[in-house]
């Protein structure tokens, strides 16, 4: 019977061990993860004092996000609060940095899910909130609603007491340049090729790099929350609405399986239901998040798409895979160290 006891007693121990294992990623359970965007990003076209600027914005979201976890709050609120750091700089497009409409204009999309109960928010095609994602988090907080959109989008953010600006806030020099280069692609384009088939999108409609913000969260009661927010696509025409404002395509938490935001040529992600993909590979198919993400983006890359996604697993595992030159993109663990990685 000792005997017996003793071996009980090892098989308890040994599968406590493995069960601490698979909570960790590389030895470190992760609590957060962010990117500021996917494409062609090569550090031999970086000066070093941009990647220092980089560098130092993601740093500066993922601590903002981590502050809130270590202060006992929730998930939603470390994924608003990082990717407000990353709305607020010039460098992503998102907020601030948002790429310009064919008309000159800056449209934001944003949305925000909360992985314990499945609740989500979203605006899409606001000029004049601020921050974006806590326009979504109010939709998702405050309505029974999952979008709002444009001018009601507006008015309800405004009633809610967002701060509202001046679409003025939103120009920056080099997003005015990127539209005029683009314009000046589809100038040129329509005089060598004005009888072009159109059932194929341009590639001057492909941006050279996705520049949307997003970020994952796992709060210390378990709780998963997932944010995403973008100014679109350079040129874009017609009142488009990418991915990230759609829950399951750009945005998806589920407490069961994952936190995904994901970042890219958005009518891909549409188009597979990227971020659910993911959530339901593990899930159904019980495959492991490194898997089940890889797969999503490589169903993506086959349809011609391209773009990355960061997700954050009921466990404290991170995957980040992308099929570009490069994603900006960071984690911070549980004990609070930051990782930051741009270059493939």
Known sequence: MKSISLILLIFTMMSSINSSHAQTTNGSSYVLAIHGGAGTILKKNMSEAMEKA??????????KGYDQIKAGKTSLDAVVAAIE???????????????????GKNELDASI?????????AVAGVTNIKNPI???RAVMDKTEHVMLISKGAEEFAQKQGLEIVNPKYFWTQSRWDGLQKALE?????????????????PPAFKDEKFGTVGCVALDKQGNLAAGTSTGGMTNKKFGRVGDSPIIGAGTYADNETVA????GWGEYYIRTAAAFNVSAKMKYGKLPLKQASQEAIDEIGKMGGDGGMIA?????????PFNTEGMYRGTVTADGKIEVLIYK
């Open 54 to 63: 980089y560098v130092e914005a993601l740093t500066e979201a993922l601590q």
């Open 85 to 103: 750091v990353m709305e607020n700089s010039p460098l992503f497009n998102a907020g601030k940095g948002a790429v310009f409409t064919n008309q």
């Open 113 to 121: 899910m909360d992985g314990k109960n499945r609740k989500a928010g």
């Open 134 to 136: 806590k326009a979504a």
């Open 185 to 201: 692609r589809d100038k040129e384009r329509m005089e060598l090729d004005h009888d072009a088939q159109q059932s194929q999108l």
């Open 260 to 263: 995904i935001s994901c970042t």
């Open 312 to 320: 954050l697993d009921k466990n404290g595992q991170v995957a980040m």
